[in-house]
């Protein structure tokens, strides 16, 4: 079960004052968005996340980013939801989380010595109004080569098979990497807060104008 914050504050936006939902079970995300300081509920949307026949990568988060902040909206009709989804991309052939040992030791050595593109799909959607806004950010990672001994120790110690990619970058993961090229430091972990800061200023949400920090 996601960790949950009651709304105690409702912020400001450009027609009337609005609560703040974060659309996702994944704590990487409640982390993520911790950071800014917002008083936020968190709700799992529970939607079918499978892919449409032939639906490019860029594609496929903004609309899954898109359902889940919709998924909520029936019980938030005064809120602005988020709503994030992210997948990787190798070859034009999306990489999906692995969830057992063996898959992600078949991603990883897949992986040795490529390159694999993440995108992150993230919205805002007014519940009260219908309105969403949502962008796409791709982030490119440049993997080291990779023995089998590598890949087989660094599963043992971090077991990342819940992460799109088989690894968790925010920690050993980062070992695996030559390169990582993107916009927003935090689209590799699953929500561009650049972005949705951005996105929740479009909607007349300061951030840095919040006070809501202990």
Sequence with gaps: MPVETKISTR??????????VLASSSPYRRELMD?????IEQRAPNID???????PAETL??????????????????????????V??????????????????QQLSL????????????CVLDSQT????????????KFRELSAVQ?????????????????????????????ITADDPTVLTGLPLITLVTLLNSFGVDVLNVRSCN
């Design 151 to 179: 890949i087989q120790n660094y599963l043992a110690r971090e077991k990342p098979y819940d992460c799109a990619g088989s690894f968790k970058h925010e920690n050993l993961g980062i070992a695996l990497f030559e390169t």
């Design 130 to 141: 219908d309105v969403v806004r949502s962008q796409v950010i791709p982030c490119r990672v």
């Design 61 to 86: 988060v903004r609309r899954l980013a898109v359902a889940k902040a919709r998924a909520l909206a029936w019980g938030y009709s005064h809120h602005l939801i988020i709503g994030g989804d992210q």
């Design 111 to 122: 992986a040795s010595g490529k390159e694999l593109t993440f995108y992150t799909g993230v």
């Design 11 to 20: 912020y400001e936006t450009s027609d009337g004052r609005r609560g703040l």
């Design 35 to 39: 950071r800014l300081c917002l008083d």
């Design 88 to 105: 990787a991309a190798r070859d034009g052939e999306i990489v999906g989380k692995p969830l057992t040992h063996e898959a992600a030791m």
């Design 49 to 55: 996340e499978s892919r449409v026949e032939d639906e």
